[in-house]
């Protein structure tokens, strides 16, 4: 193991020893052949335990003493519920449990349409969800003033209700942001894809 991986694998092992506190170390649990890419010598691993096996040996090889930290896994893979979100490198479209069917449908919409060169989307920006400050709108509203300036003409239609409703838009009205509040809807809404 080389380069970044490795520094993260030490400092676990070093706070781990230290024993103040409890450590993981996240570690991504990659396909076989991208294991031959990061692993020396073509090396891959049958499971996460192998993985974490050779990992262990390998850094006790290194440092002297057996580390007391957990190792836990992610997936090497992005898993996207339909072709309407972002595509990221290694992002799957995978329909997981209890997904409205008419959310995929809307994806396979707008994946049909930019393969025929259209726009998938041209109602402009908008920002969506339950308004409170949690769901990012002290986010969104800081960003918006802090490029006021940069984003002249830009508007952004908000749709949500929420306990917050009444701050947020007194917030953004007396920074004079050009947001258009709008009630609550779902993703799924028609007003947002006719």
């Not at 691993?45 to 836990?72: C, H």
């Not at 519920?81 to 972002?86: G, I, N, P």
């Amino acid at each position: 193991m080389t380069g970044t991986a490795v520094n993260p694998l030490f400092r676990a092992a070093y706070l781990a020893k230290s024993a103040k506190q409890a450590v993981t170390l996240v570690v991504p649990w990659l396909c076989k052949s991208d294991q031959e890419l990061v692993y020396p010598n073509n090396l891959s691993f049958s499971s996460p335990e192998a993985q974490e096996a050779y990992i262990r040996n390998w850094l006790e090889e290194r440092v002297g003493f057996k580390a007391d930290f957990k190792i836990s896994f992610y997936p090497g893979k992005v898993l996207r519920l339909s072709a309407a979100t972002q595509d990221l490198p290694k992002s799957v479209i995978c329909n997981v449990h209890g997904v409205n069917p008419k959310f995929l449908r809307i994806g396979e919409k707008v994946a049909a349409e930019r393969v025929h060169g259209q726009q998938a989307f041209s109602k402009g920006a908008y920002f969506l969800g339950k308004m409170v400050w949690a769901k990012g709108y002290r986010e969104l509203i800081d960003l918006l003033s802090k490029h006021k300036s940069d984003l002249e003409g830009f508007k952004l239609d908000v749709y949500g209700n929420g306990e917050d409703s009444k701050e947020v838009q007194s917030v953004a009205q007396k920074l004079d942001l050009n947001l258009n509040f709008l009630r609550g809807r779902d993703h799924a809404d028609d007003s947002l894809h006719e």
